[in-house]
């Protein structure tokens, strides 16, 4: 038993501000928010196994839409607090920031940007059922939300007080909550992007067993991930060619700091880092990220000279030649956390940098002083041999897209189609398959803000190649001259030409592959385009209804049937192939005009999700992709990180 009591409970807020701007404490009423306030409650669990206490979470979708957390911890204590008068369920579930969250005495390391607690989930449900077992004993409490004398809705009132309910020999908390639908609208649990996160979180407790269960469809799964991170880094280079077998795995502690790192190389080209603080992603880096890469190069660069691989006139390895090919996961668990960068994904706190660079330097020279680990070093070091010596050609194909001037380049742009205005905020590049389609684009469009690049051959697939075999690829060294944002560390954002990059290829197989060489390459060397919302996919049209007086194009094959039965007897259904068979006019009414066009925003949810889709799909593992195509067989239209995005 830890010396708990409900008078260490720190009370910040009271309930409504919640209900009136629910976005200041979730971001949005959208499908993040409403995912959000059931990740409250499994923070919750999870803080709990992770102090120590109990080692599983079910999260079960009821079939009332409602959602259903339990976990087999202490048990939420029921003593009343000394000064409040309300039992530790009660606190935690009504006050904002209540919890032993705030009780740095009590508790390890605080949540993250939004760790506002369960009362927000209270304050935003139709209903709130908490039971739990402890000292023998069930204990339940309900809250509900309802009309006040005052006329308005209020969340989070009690319904029915903490009584004992029976006894019993578990120990646990179990939290049934069903969202309210006069906050979120009429939304339902995604049982794919809870099992998603779920697994991520398997791998980031290694203690943890995660179940998701769900009632409607009968589907679940079970997550338990003995090896953590270590598997996590298994997992995302599933289907490449390791260095060697298992990942480097680290782990180590400072007071109230707690690292894990686990490290693998394969024989591909990029760096593939994915960071974490407090269970949460830092898809923008910061401080840890950095931290651990400084003592990767250090600790690799002493053994290159301690072994004479480097000799003494030798300069030492960059950083970057460390990097190619690696796969690298970090964990940190800390308290005080600062979010900083362009989406908050980014970690600030200087002392991260410093502890992790030590902590690492630490775990990673014991490593390698264990004289059995001498022939992962070696691989890892003729890697970076490897990676020095092209480093040159690289630089050098980096530097061509840089110099906007030189003859070769203005070659390259040649074929692209400016716009006449040079306003960022309006423009648009279209990159269109085919050069027919391209003609067709170039004269179908509004040219006072649409650009277009036709595509004649098909792009390197980065996904293969050194970065200069990729920018040895005219297609791609002609897209990167016409962004002007520049690749890789490079990249300026703020340089952007345009302000939507635009792909448009054909609805067949090729312009599958094409659009998805397109994506894999911005998501390796231009990461923040997609990030900051620039990439989109144009859908054109699958068909044509039509008869006299009646014209309407149909762009998804769900959508046939209505349309035809709008046209009625007689109809007549033109199918398009490509973009090539569409005259100037029908390809900017139907795919460019912003006014009527339906366009894909390509995001990235989740970008350990987005690496092993793209490994999958573009590496060598031609079962695994197969096998990946036929369970998302919608891959075409609607990826699992691309939303739908309607309109200009
Ligand atoms: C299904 C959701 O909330 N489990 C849970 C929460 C708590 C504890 C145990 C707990 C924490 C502590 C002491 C402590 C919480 N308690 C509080 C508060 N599962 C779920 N399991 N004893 C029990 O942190 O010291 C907040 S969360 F504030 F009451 F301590």
Redesign the pocket.
């Known amino acids: 038993m830890?010396g708990?009591n409900?008078k260490?409970?720190v009370v910040l807020e009271g309930l409504d501000a919640v209900r009136l701007r629910p976005g200041m404490y979730i971001g949005t009423t959208g499908a993040k928010g409403f995912h959000h306030i059931l990740w409250e409650?499994?923070d919750?669990?999870i803080?709990?196994i992770a102090?120590g206490?109990?080692d599983s979470?079910v999260i079960t979708l009821n079939k009332d839409g409602s959602a259903t957390?339990?976990?087999n911890?202490?048990?939420?204590?029921v003593d009343k607090h000394p000064t409040m008068k309300k039992s530790?369920?009660e606190?935690?579930y009504t006050t904002l920031h209540?919890?032993?969250?705030f009780?740095t005495d009590?508790?390890k390391f605080s949540g993250g940007l939004h760790g506002v607690?369960?009362s927000v989930t209270n304050a935003l449900s139709r209903f709130c059922d908490v039971t739990v077992f402890r000292d023998g004993k069930e204990f339940n409490m309900r809250f509900v939300s309802k009309e006040g004398p005052d006329g308005k809705v209020h969340g989070g009132i009690v319904d029915k007080e903490l009584t004992m309910v029976g006894t019993s020999k578990k120990t646990?908390?179990?939290?049934t909550f069903l969202p309210d639908d006069r906050i979120f609208g009429k939304q339902f649990f995604s049982y794919e992007t809870i099992v998603r996160r779920a697994r991520e979180l398997a791998f980031l407790n290694k203690n943890l067993k995660i179940e998701v269960v769900d009632q409607v469809t009968g589907q679940q799964t079970l997550f338990h991930y003995q090896g953590g991170i270590s598997d996590f880094a298994d997992y995302l280079v599933e289907g490449k060619n390791k260095l060697f077998a298992k990942p480097i795995y680290i782990e180590e502690e400072d007071k109230d700091f707690q690292m894990e790192l686990a490290l693998v190389y394969t024989d591909g080209y990029t760096e593939n880092c994915f960071s974490y603080v407090n269970n949460i992603p830092t898809t923008e880096g910061g401080t840890h990220e950095t931290g651990a890469k400084s003592a990767i190069t250090k600790v690799f660069n002493d053994y290159a000279r301690a072994n004479n691989i480097l000799k003494e006139k030798d300069a030492n390895f960059l950083g970057e030649d460390f990097r190619e090919g690696i796969t690298l996961v970090l964990s940190v668990k800390m308290n005080n956390v600062q979010f900083e960068g362009q989406t908050k994904t980014k970690l600030g706190n200087p002392e991260a940098r410093v502890k992790v660079e030590a902590l690492a330097t630490k775990g990673l020279s014991d490593f390698f002083a264990n004289k059995k680990m001498g022939s992962i070093a070696e691989a890892i070091l003729g890697k970076a041999k490897a990676a020095a010596k092209t480093r040159e050609a690289a630089k050098r194909a980096k530097e061509l897209t840089r110099a906007k001037n030189s003859a070769d380049n203005f070659n390259l742009v040649g074929k692209l189609a400016a716009s006449s205005s040079r306003n960022r905020e309006k423009a648009e590049l279209f990159i269109v398959e085919g050069d027919s389609a391209g003609g067709s684009a170039k004269q179908g469009r509004d040219r006072s803000f649409q650009a277009i690049l036709p595509l004649r051959g098909k792009p390197l697939n980065a996904e293969k190649k050194r970065i200069d075999q990729v920018l040895g690829n005219e297609e791609i060294r002609t897209i990167i001259s016409a962004l002007e944002t520049g690749i890789g560390e490079d990249f300026d954002l703020s340089a952007l030409r345009y302000n939507k990059v635009i792909i448009l290829s054909d609805a067949d197989q090729d312009g599958a592959h094409i659009r998805a060489i397109l994506l894999t390459f911005f998501f390796r060397y231009m990461r923040e385009l997609i990030n900051d919302g620039h990439v989109f996919i144009g859908l054109p049209p699958l068909y044509k209804v039509y008869k006299k007086g009646f014209e309407e194009y149909v762009y998804s094959d769900v959508e046939l049937p209505a349309a035809v039965a709008r046209c009625g007897k007689g109809y007549m259904i033109q199918r398009y192939k490509g973009l090539g068979e569409m005259n100037p006019d029908q390809l900017y009414e139907t795919t460019m005009d912003p006014e009527k066009r339906s366009l894909i925003q390509v995001t990235i949810d989740d970008a350990a999700e987005a690496e092993k889709m793209i490994v999958t799909l573009m590496g060598d593992d031609i079962e695994a992709r197969k096998e990946y195509i036929s369970k998302h067989a919608n891959f075409d239209r609607e990826d699992s990180f691309m939303n739908e995005y309607k309109g200009g």
Do not use: L, M, Q
Request: proline share 2%.
């Open positions: 830890s708990y409900s260490d409970i409650i499994v919750n669990a803080d709990e102090s206490y109990g979470v957390v339990e976990d911890g202490r048990g939420i204590p530790g369920v606190v935690v209540a919890g032993g969250k009780n009590n508790y607690g369960a646990g908390t179990k939290v």
